[in-house]
């Protein structure tokens, strides 16, 4: 199965600074098959992204994603209150579809 | 608007099966293309996919728990389902019901699991 690991563990940062995240693949992900969600405490995952760069329906666009291969990006060009969460990408290019460690991304 | 709902035991003994159903509520349950999916989240840890199911019946596990688990269809009621048998305490997690077959639109809010006697 395809291992994602996520980095940073911890990213602490301000509201208003971009944030970084970043996601490796233990194999290539095909067809940049990559999800990435947000899950605040408490709460079930909302998916954020989708095909490795599509936003899903209703995400800002201060969320975007990019990469390819085994190398993927999540960025946040400016942290609003609400996105100091956990993040977590999500590859489904082989079964089974397995999940990064996650990165928070809490504030300085 | 599409909702999901977990429902089941909170507390489970070891060797037992656990049972636990998903109603899905406002939106049709047999749309084309929609698969209907389980993932679970020990404290602390990271997501695991278990399963996904169309409403054919179809399904797609997880090979690292496949022998253990069983999910089924409910058309007419509108639900899915999940059984897991002879659970041990590492099965203790957050079971979330969710739409996707790759990935997941739309999570419940989850219903904790914990096994222990």
């Known amino acids: 199965e395809i291992v994602l690991t996520q980095s940073p563990g911890t990213l602490s940062l301000s509201p208003g600074e971009r944030a970084t995240l970043s996601c490796r693949a233990s194999?290539?992900?095909?067809?940049?098959?990559l999800a990435w969600y947000q899950q605040k405490p408490g709460q079930a995952p909302r998916l954020l992204i989708y095909?490795?760069?599509s936003r899903a329906t209703g995400i800002p666009d201060r969320f975007s994603g990019s990469g390819s291969g085994t190398d993927f990006t999540l960025t946040i060009s400016r942290l609003e209150p609400e996105d100091f969460a956990v993040y977590y990408c999500?590859?489904?290019?082989?079964?089974?579809?397995?999940f990064g460690q996650g990165t928070k991304v809490e504030i300085k | 608007q599409l909702q999901l709902q977990e429902s089941g035991p909170g507390l489970v003994k070891p060797s037992e099966t656990l049972s636990l159903t998903c109603s899905v509520s406002?939106?049709?349950?047999?749309?084309?293309?929609?698969?209907w999916g389980w993932i679970r989240q020990p404290p602390g840890k990271e997501l695991e996919w278990i399963g996904t199911?169309?409403?054919?019946?179809?399904?797609y596990y997880n090979p690292s728990l496949e022998s253990r688990v069983l999910m089924s269809v409910n058309p007419s009621e509108n639900h899915f389902s999940l059984k897991l048998r002879s659970l041990t305490a590492t099965d203790t997690a957050m079971y979330y019901c969710?739409?996707?077959?790759?990935?997941?639109?739309?999570w419940g809010r989850g219903t904790l699991v914990t096994v222990s006697s």
């Open positions: 406002g939106h049709s349950f047999t749309c084309s293309g929609c698969y």
């Open positions: 999500q590859q489904y290019s082989t079964s089974p579809r397995t």
């Open positions: 199911i169309y409403h054919t019946g179809r399904t």
């Open positions: 969710a739409l996707g077959l790759w990935y997941f639109n739309l």
């Open positions: 194999q290539s992900v095909t067809h940049s098959y």
């Open positions: 095909g490795a760069s």
